[in-house]
C-alpha cells in the first residue's frame, strides 16, 4: 500500500489554489514551468510543515513537477536574517539536490526576519538568490499572520523581484478545525481519548480559552489529557470539570 496523502484541515485558499494547479497539470507539463511560488501568512506551529506536505504530494501525483531531481520532495527552512546564516541556508537547499545540479522541488522558506534587515548589505543578495531559486524550485515564503509595515515592505520587495510568486492569504482556524487537527495529530500517536465528549469539551475549553493557533490547541488539549487522568485516579470524570 502507498503513502496517504495529507490533506490538510482548514487552508481553504491554498488548497483550492493547489487544486486549479493540479487540474492544469499538463500545461505546466507542456511548457516544462512551475506554478506560481506562493507568500503565505502562517506561525510556525500552524501547519506550515503539513502544508508543504501536502504541496509536493499533489504536485507529484498530479505530474506539475517530476521530483526526480532529490529524495527529498520539500525542504524546510528558515532565516534568522544575518547573511552567513542566508548563505548556509541556500547552501543546504544546493546540497539537497542529489540528480541535478539545483534542487527543483518544493522549499519553505520563513523570510520574516529578514524584514528588520532590507537596509543591510545582505538584502540585496537575499532577494538576487530568491529569485534564483524560484527559478528553479517551488517556493512558499511564510511570514507572520500579523504583520508591522517592514513586513509588509518585505513582501512587496519579493513581489516586486520575483515574477513568479503571488500573495496567498490564509483564513483563520475555526475552533472545530483546531480540534480536528489535534484528533488527527493524536490519533496518529495513538493516543485520542475513546470518550466520545472529549472533542466536544475540547472545542469548549479552545473557544473558553480564546485558542486560535495549532499550537495553542496542542497544548489545550494536552493539559485536559493530563488533568482527565488525575480525575480518573481520583475516581472523577474523564474530562474533569471547566
Given at each position: 500500500?502507498?503513502?496517504q496523502m495529507v490533506v490538510p484541515i482548514g487552508l481553504e485558499s491554498i488548497r483550492q489554489e493547489v487544486e486549479t494547479v493540479c487540474a492544469r497539470?499538463?500545461?505546466y507539463q507542456k511548457l516544462e514551468i512551475r506554478p506560481n511560488s506562493l507568500i503565505v501568512p502562517l506561525e510556525a506551529g500552524n501547519g506550515r510543515t503539513m502544508l508543504l506536505e501536502y504541496v509536493a504530494d499533489m504536485y507529484q501525483a498530479f505530474g506539475v513537477m517530476d521530483f526526480f531531481g532529490s529524495p527529498d520532495p520539500y525542504l524546510e527552512i528558515s532565516l534568522d536574517g544575518s547573511l552567513a546564516q542566508?548563505?548556509?541556508a541556500f547552501s543546504t537547499i544546493c546540497e539537497a539536490a542529489v540528480?541535478?545540479?539545483q534542487y527543483t522541488n518544493v522549499v519553505g522558506m520563513d523570510v520574516s526576519e529578514m524584514a528588520v534587515h532590507m537596509n543591510e548589505n545582505q538584502f540585496p543578495e537575499f532577494l538576487q538568490r530568491i529569485k534564483m531559486l524560484c527559478a528553479e524550485a517551488y517556493v512558499?515564503?511564510?511570514v507572520h499572520e500579523e504583520r508591522g509595515k517592514s513586513e509588509e515592505r518585505l513582501i512587496e520587495r519579493i513581489l516586486d523581484t520575483v515574477d513568479t510568486v503571488k500573495w496567498m492569504p490564509v483564513e483563520s482556524y475555526s475552533e472545530e478545525q483546531l480540534c480536528e487537527?489535534?484528533?488527527h495529530v493524536w490519533e496518529e500517536k495513538g493516543i485520542w481519548p475513546e470518550e466520545p465528549d472529549f472533542f466536544e469539551f475540547l472545542q469548549g475549553q479552545?473557544?473558553?480559552k480564546e485558542v486560535v493557533t495549532v499550537r495553542e490547541a496542542l497544548l489545550t488539549a494536552q493539559r485536559?489529557?493530563?488533568e482527565s487522568l488525575g480525575n480518573l485516579e481520583k475516581g472523577g470524570s474523564f474530562v474533569g470539570q471547566k
Open positions: 500500500m502507498g503513502k497539470a499538463r500545461i542566508m548563505k548556509q540528480y541535478t545540479n512558499v515564503f511564510f487537527i489535534v484528533k479552545i473557544h473558553e485536559i489529557l493530563l
